[in-house]
């Protein structure tokens, strides 16, 4: 997971999760003193927990180019976005190194809140496991004798608890939000959660794809308290897609997903999940950008 050095263009590298590299202004001590951060969405892809290799080509800046298409749509929503250039004297400056220009994203640091905002709109993955064993999920209550890939009467919001790296997040109820954060800015993270959530499946089944299910983060505006979205937002990674077409039509291709899922069926097949994850045979590399561009084509119309 070797972060890009941008020091020469007066970047420090601060933080690598598994996907995103952060970076802060070099001079500033860390990242809670930090104003800003360079956020570089790179190709690389994980799955089970493992980074794998090789990586998916183009994939960095696909997930960028669809976070900011986003942001773009979901006005009223606050993010976490500044601007990435400035002026300096007559002349404009861009911010965002050449080295990672369309995979880069200028953010403001935010107090962020310890809680994944999950909103799933149909009954699949995990869902759908647990509703064949106690026909709840995430503890809430569904009627009887949904299926699998079903829509559900209304969004639900299942929020997980962001475990630290190395470990697995929690799914929580409602009330242990509140006990993390407080009743106001858990309600509020429910409600902007099932918001964002809404408004973006409209956009996305005007375009033909359905929203199934996705994850938000949230922090606090350091200076005026302000809730904010933050990182990525409605991404491939983030989020399950579907064909709405395919969807209609019915058969087992109705729930092939926009994302990485081809990746994890040929691990599943091919790996115990003991030891190091082989090397991804190049058709399923190739296969897994086709779908990430796919996605954007679809969405955005180019």
Known sequence: MNAIDLTADGWTHAYSGKVRDLYIETGTADLASAQRVLMVASDRVSAFDHVLSPGIPGKGELLTTLSLWWFDRLVGAP??????????????????????????????????????????????????LEYQESQTVCGIALPAGLANGDRLPEPIYTPAWKAPMGEHDENIPFERTVELVGAEVATALRDLSLDVFSRASGIAES????????????????????????????????????DAEAYAAGGPGRLASFDKQIVRNWLSAHWDQTGEPPALPPEIVTQTAARYRELIERLTGS
């Open 79 to 128: 993010n976490h976005l500044v601007a990435d250039h400035e002026l300096r004297g007559d002349a404009v400056r861009d911010l965002i190194p050449d080295a990672v220009a369309g995979r880069a994203m200028l953010a403001r640091t935010l107090d962020m809140f310890p809680i994944e905002c999950v909103v799933r709109g149909y009954l699949v993955g995990s869902g759908w």
């Open 207 to 242: 375009r033909g794809v359905i929203l199934a299910d996705t994850k938000f983060e949230f922090g606090a505006n350091r200076d005026s308290g302000v809730i904010t979205l933050a990182d990525e937002v409605l991404t491939s990674d983030s989020s399950r897609y579907w």
